[in-house]
């Protein structure tokens, strides 16, 4: 109850008079003189804060509201202006650094807002990024228990719970007075205080009110629920000034806040003013070195984080794991800033390092030896400089060639031939060992060639097994580099034509078997070409090679005679004269016995293979008998090679930029055309079979009879497209009425006429006269479309009119 009173003071507090200054809200004990239509929006989120914090309903608010004389009406508006509804008020989610209200655990955080800008001043400093990582940023975790250690104060509330025999829980705040108030228990003092210690003292004092907590028949339980916001000042950082962060956040998380060090504040020497005392000094390289985070300890309300100047900064580059700027401590030698550098990279001089130094008046150049870098101390403004490795090696030689192992390997003074021939695990037996030659470097590096008789040395020659040097390379030959690869070619009728490896004593029979044997084409006769050899020059012989024709047997590849081949000869097997496998032709449509026939003769007609299926039906057209001829791949090639000069309107085979009429006819092979129709006057071949229409068949040809139509077909650019039954004597714009005429794009006078045979018959013109094809059974009447034409534009017609004007004036002139 005494909880539900308070919390009503603070709300009627908030609902003085509009008048009363937002410090005399608090005081306000009487609501019947607030009007609400006065109160600013200022006003009202003071009231829906308190609200919020205090986990109020709006109903529960009016109760509060009425019984401190506040008019049901007033209320009403307040109600409407707050756009509340009757329900719990939940907490306004803000985006902070130290983290959001932890729920799961219970222990929330007042909302910490601070902005944090990019450290670009000191990024080649060294733990400069320590302050640039976001997912790096030292906040305290809400989750985890609460330290023993942790000192209660002002605005951390606990949460205390009786559960057993009796129970009780509520959530009380720590007070500015530094107490805790719990109903009928009363105020404690716990402020300064440790969490450990205060959750003792509040125990004995409930156990004093509660009977049953004395017996020890319920139990106390005591968290911290809400922790509070302590306020530190941060000197010397990037973005200086007060801070708000969480009572359990540490140094560390207050650095990073302020952005790091400034550009000239120290990373080893910061101070922890606590009391207006030093109370620690802490050297960040400590955690970026070694990650000690004894330095990283708990701050308190009011502490001071003082970051002075720095002292010492040296510069160190080159090849190190971690180049940068460091800060030097009095005392510390350059073995110290190597390990601050994480040390030397894997292609580092080592021997020495070089550091540029400042004096009074100029610069300076010293070298540090190795034994040094243990004494040498560092001086504000030295520049080290760690050099690579040279690019050479100092004990490499090498040996390639014959051997069974080729490779670099370790030289060592006194190094003899023999020794390195045995780390190669000797000679291959195809090595020629009478001699090897040695690359080697003089004192001015240029190369010198060196032979080496290396059957003498490997037989004990001591002469012969010379000394080697650092970065020789050594070129053991094999008898097979000095010999020329021959090869035999075969070709013509042989299942794998080719080029083939020259043998000593390689015969024909053997190549035939290497090629994969003959074809059945293949006849007797072989003949085989061979390259003449001789030392002198026969003037009166104009032969390039020396041919021989053998016989062979066709269906054994062995030969009684077996020739015996020389390098480069090549082979022919020469393909029978007579060999030509069975073609056929199809014949389709209106014949007695359809299919595909076999050409029985080289020159065979089209009339003999009709004949052959029986002849024409009674359904048949003669006048539809046509032949599709597949488009041969060579067709296209020499279009391909053919280029059109449209302008000259010629052909020009010696051009090289083609033309788009060829390009267009060329996809039109290709992609839409399959077969060449040839048309057949089957009339004409009746009467007369030796008429040159009764033309020879070839392979793949297709006979296509058509069977007796008696309509016209109608199609292109017509508004119907359809069949019109023949009407005999009827000509083109007849059957054009019948399908409702032409469209807009027709181009009527070119018009044509396709015969069922295949044929076509275009219109033509004669003065003013055209003069349409007949129109037959079958046929089909194709009216095109008008090609696009360019308009000229009024600016081209200017144009024109303009040289007009010029030549008219010319030509008056001239006649003056």
Known sequence: ???????????????????????????????????????????????????????????????????????????????????????????????????????????????????????????????????????????????????????????????????????????????????????????????????????????NAIARVYSTVRSGQSQVGISLSRIRTIKVTLIGSKQPGNYSVSSLATVYNALYLGGGPAKNGSYRNIELIRNNKVYRTIDLYRFLVHGNQSDNIGLKDNDVIRIPAYNQRVTLEGQVKRPGIFEMKSGESFQDLLTFASGFNEFAYTASVNVLQKTDKEFKVKDIKAADYKVYKPRSGDVFTVAKILNRFENRIKIEGAVFRPNTYSFYEGMRIADLIAKADGLKEDAYATRATIVRLKSDFTKESVAVDLGKALRGDAQANILLKKEDVVTVYSILDFKEEYQVTIDGEIKKPGTYDFNPALT?????????????????????????????????????????????????????????????????IRRMAVYEKPEMVSVTGAVAYAGKYVLADKKEKIYSVIQRAGGLTSLADAKGVKIKRPIQAKQIEDLENVNFDVTKNVVDAGMTKKDTVQNKALKKLKE?????????????????????????????????????????????????????????????????????????KAWKKKAYVVYPNGKAAVTGSFLFFKTYPKVTPGSQIIIPEKPETKKMTTGEWVSIGSVMTSLALLIVTAFK
């Open 1 to 203: 109850m005494k909880k539900i009173l308070s919390l009503a003071l603070l709300f009627f507090a908030l609902m003085q008079s509009t008048p009363i200054v937002a410090q005399d809200l608090m005081k306000a004990q009487d609501l019947s003189t607030l009007k609400v239509d006065y109160l600013s929006d200022t006003d009202l989120a003071k009231i829906r804060t308190q609200l919020e914090t205090n986990k109020l309903t709006i109903d529960q608010a009016e109760q509060l509201a009425l019984s401190k004389g506040m008019s049901a009406s007033e209320f009403a508006k307040l109600k409407a202006r707050l756009g509340m509804k009757s329900a719990v008020v939940a907490p306004i989610k803000k985006g902070n650094l130290e983290g959001e209200t932890s729920e799961e655990y219970g222990r929330k955080q007042e909302p910490i807002v601070n902005k944090k800008v990019k450290d670009t001043l000191n990024t080649l400093v060294f733990g400069s990024e320590l302050f640039d990582t976001p997912s790096l940023n030292f906040e305290p975790n809400l989750k985890l228990a609460t330290p023993v250690n942790y000192v209660l104060g002002p605005g951390d509330e606990l949460q205390i719970s009786v559960y057993g025999i009796q129970e009780f829980s509520d959530a009380v705040p720590v007070t500015v007075e530094g107490k805790v108030n719990i109903q009928y228990v009363g105020q404690i003092a716990v402020s300064g205080m440790t969490i450990e210690a205060a959750s003792v003292k509040i125990r």
């Open 508 to 572: 024909l029979n053997d190549l035939l078997v290497q090629a994969g044997g003959l074809t059945g084409s293949a006849s007797k006769r072989v003949e085989i070409a061979r390259m003449i050899q001789s030392d002198e020059v026969n003037e009166k012989s104009t032969a390039r090679v020396a041919l021989f024709n053998l016989e062979i047997t066709p269906g054994n590849n062995e030969q009684a005679e077996n020739f015996v081949l020389a390098p480069f000869d090549v082979v022919n």
């Open 672 to 744: 839409e055309l399959k077969y060449a129709t040839i048309p057949v006057d089957w009339d004409r071949i009746v009467r007369n079979p030796k008429s040159r229409t009764n033309i020879t068949l070839l392979p793949g040809d297709e006979i296509e009879v058509a069977a007796f139509s008696e309509s016209v077909k109608v199609t292109g650019n017509v508004l119907l497209t359809s069949e019109i039954p023949y009407n005999s004597g009827r000509g083109i714009n007849y059957y054009l009425n019948a399908v409702g005429g032409t469209d807009a």
